[in-house]
């Protein structure tokens, strides 16, 4: 049997008959949609939580709004999600020059003009104030309060002065924050640096876990800050176990949200009998695999299949390298993992914590990268490089030997394994 495992916007054909003894994983995948479109103007019209759209923006008597968009790195069919919406606010009588859309970078870097044709298309672009979010641009952040476990809330500025906003995304599991989308879109997506830097350094608390939201410090805190930022209203895509849109919600941001995250644990939280040797994994494909940044999600996921001393083969094309400047520099400034440990207890810091993450699975398991980037630079990251998923194989028969149990995961960036069949969080 051949498997087509996602690359960059290619991908690598791969023979299970290479493998001693594999199983391959992956979650429940939907039904498709047939018309996105018309399944979001459906939510709109009929939300979770709220009134319509339309209701809602008139009973607020909204005249500027706001719209929060993902940036790049999250795959987002904005195709089908905008022009909806934008209708909907045509009919509430507001102009386009008073609809901003603002992209939701957290920490990320700002798009291009070009990425964000590509993303939103040129007809939105042409139309409407299309601006990245900037959380260095302190005079632009507003201060709201304090939240719950200390996280000092400042927020884009366009964002608050709205009197009606929206916030899009895409529901997936997280590994630390449980789950993406909703809440999300105000933090990180649209807060200062210093904000999002003390919510993050939450991580290393057992509840800020993949899939669980359950006094997860990190999910509380995003919670409050969508309310005190005023986000009125959501529109989110579910992705199942094959990264594909499998519903779509829209209204309240807790209600609506949490109907995603039931539809979506469906689909991708898998229960596996046992963990394994090796699991051979692709990130996804673009932009999943963009950079390290991104695909290390990939990784968390599949080194809950992979029993200590174990191996992961990562296949993620990583184009724009590690992808964050204080990540890469955690990851190659130091001169073992330790060190890494010790840097982040003495003071978390905004992509360190990615580099964090990784070493507590690189001390446990190796990980070999398939990846367009150079060798030296990959070994300076802890991986082992490997040219291709063959050359890749015969690293892991050199530690394994060639009775391996395996499990494959093509699409790892969005599929949980649960070792014994147990609760997430249980774990």
Known sequence: MVLDLKYGRSHVPFDL???????????????????????VLSKLRCPTGTRSLLDELRRKRARKVVIIVNDITRPTPYADMLPPILDELREAGIAHTDVTLVVATGIHRGMTSEELRLMLGDEVCDTYDVRNHDCEDDVNLV???????????YVNRVVIEADFVIGTGVIAPHYFAGFSGGRKAILPGV????????NHSLMTSKAAAVCNLDGNPVHIEMVEAAHMAGMDFIVNVVTDGAGKIAAVVAGDVEKAWLEGVRICSHFVVV??????????????????????????????NAERAVKKGGTIVLLAECPEGCGEPTFESWMTGVGSLDDIFRRFAAGFELG????????????????????????????????TPAR??????????????????SIVMP????????????????L
Request: hydrophobic letters at 40%; zero cysteines.
């Open 17 to 39: 008959d290479r493998l001693p003894q594999a199983q391959v994983l992956t979650g429940r995948e939907a039904e498709p949609i047939s018309d996105l479109r018309g399944e």
């Open 143 to 153: 201060y709201l309060g304090q939240l719950s476990f200390g996280t000092q809330l």
């Open 191 to 198: 807060s200062g640096r210093r904000t999002i830097s003390h």
């Open 271 to 300: 229960p596996i009998d046992r963990q394994v040797d090796v699991a051979i994994a692709s990130a996804g494909g673009f932009p999943k695999d963009i950079n390290i940044y991104q695909a290390q999600k990939a990784i968390d």
């Open 352 to 383: 360190g914590h990615k580099a964090y993450s990784l070493a507590r699975v690189l001390r446990d398991k190796e990980v070999i990268l398939v990846s367009a980037l150079d060798e030296a630079f990959v070994k300076n990251l802890f991986l």
């Open 388 to 405: 291709d998923l063959n050359n890749a194989l015969h690293l892991v028969e050199s530690r394994h030997g060639k009775t391996y149990e």
């Open 411 to 426: 699409s790892a960036g969005v599929v949980v394994p649960v070792p014994g069949g147990g609760a997430v969080e249980d």
